[in-house]
């Protein structure tokens, strides 16, 4: 069959992959082990295979400040976070499993890449260019998290893993077909992670499509920044005067409400469990926290959203994004089901999820920050957990 001449569009995706690769290299360990520089070191591992054969690989990235990141190709998965305490002792930070057979089985996005939309779009439909797309329903009756199979549950390729500048980085590549999940439009997607000297996690998203299309993607780990128990002491504040309430199926309503007098008020250090169970019809809504904040900052800035502090291991995580929401979720509905890593068995809110991304059904709601790409745009989105103690 004859293939023909690429059309204008895919020759831009093609022009968009080598330029966000030039300079590079193209190195992805085969033949050694490992990659080891001044400022840190990349190494991998077979993680396992799909039961089609596809072949899972694990990167382990380190720097030299005592942090250590893994991270998987199926899902893009954060595996594992281990950072210093107070006393210097390394603790893993991230829900997780150890073998890929627990994120095939039962996982709720345990540290994934989530797309092609994070968060939930209203009865899975929504209208771009006149015309209606039915999604994917896997949270009836809304889509939720790109459906069910979204990028959290594909094997994603590893295009680069070497020590950068700003320390050891993997680059990991997908392309989303037209039609999948629903989603109009051809989508390439590169996930870049990147551990830094400062002991921070960044991950830059860029993404381009073939056809006018929308875009939320967003990261997905579970932190318990004491690595056991429930999450209800830990400290938490968020850079917002502002949230997007939500109906029972918590579908925003399109509203914004102050934060002033609610229990989401979070403009100065308040633990979790200090309101968690209020008399209030937004908590009981979520089982919990489970609300989208609108963080104090221009649209595209790279800026401080949260800051959660752990009072026993003194343990901070700082999260910058460009993105204008963030997704504040209390592990409302682990419930003791998933058997994690080391055997743990992770019960209700033993742990906290900060999504930076933007805002839930915003297909459908005109007033909030629009999510389309168009062909010839290219979508860029950078989250940075940052790693530190309290002294």
Known sequence: MATGKPKPIMKKILRFIALTSAGLGIVCLTGCASVSKSNGTISKASFGSMPDGTPVEIYTLRNNNGMKVR?????????????????????????????????????????????????????????????????????????????????????????????????????????????????????????TYTVTENNALRLDFKAATDKDTIVNLTHHSYFNLAGHGDVLGHMVYINADKFTPVDSGLIPTGAFRPVNGTPFDFRRPTAIGARINQNDEQLKFGNGYDQNWVINKPMGELALMARVTEPTTRRVLEVYSTEPGLQFYTGNFLGGTPTGKGGKVYERRSAFCMEPEHYPDSPNQPTFPSTELKPGETYKNTIIYKFSVQQ
Do not use: C, M
Not at 120 to 145: Q, S
């Open 71 to 191: 991270i998987i190709t199926y899902g893009g998965i954060v595996q594992s976070i281990k950072v210093p305490d107070k006393d210097g002792r390394l603790g893993d930070v991230v829900l997780g499993y150890d073998n890929l057979d627990g994120y095939l089985k039962n996982s709720p996005f345990f540290g994934a890449i989530v797309g092609r939309y994070g968060n939930r779009i209203a009865n899975g439909k929504f209208t771009l260019d006149g015309r209606e797309y039915t999604l994917a329903i896997n949270g009836p009756p809304n889509h939720i998290h790109g459906g069910k199979k979204g990028f959290d549950k594909v094997v994603w390729k590893a295009l680069k893993a070497d020590v950068g500048p700003q320390g050891p980085r993997l680059e990991l590549v997908y392309f989303s077909k037209d039609g999948e999940e629903g989603y109009p439009g051809g989508l390439f997607v590169k996930a």
